[in-house]
């Protein structure tokens, strides 16, 4: 993994912290292990996901949320690695005929 994009994200994570606490609070379970949340990025990059979308489904996985996209290049990746990702990836119609909407 790129030191420059673990020092940046880092850095924006750091900034959030201090000037978005109502959006992000840091003292969730969800938000507690910085450290972690960096290792599992690293793995999901280690995967093939880009940088973004590694932040985006930690957060699902840490949440324990339905991550939906339209972005092929991620439902291809996920697909991939189902089995490694602690959340389900889904398109959005995918999921509204699993959920018989």
């Known amino acids: 993994m790129d030191r420059e ?7 924006f994570l750091d900034q959030r912290n201090s000037h978005q606490r109502k959006c992000i609070i840091p003292e969730s379970p969800a ?8 290792m599992r990025i ?15 489904i930690t957060c699902a996985e840490k949440t324990q949320a339905t991550f ?24 959005p119609t995918a999921w509204l005929m699993e959920n018989n909407i």
């Open 68 to 91: 939906i996209t339209t972005d092929k290049q991620i439902l291809q990746t996920a697909g991939k690695n189902k089995h490694l990702l602690q959340c389900n990836v889904y398109h």
């Open 31 to 38: 938000f507690q292990s910085r450290t972690g949340c960096m």
């Open 5 to 11: 994009f673990i020092r940046r994200l880092d850095n």
């Open 42 to 56: 690293k793995h999901l990059r280690s995967y093939g996901f880009h940088a973004a979308d590694a932040i985006h």
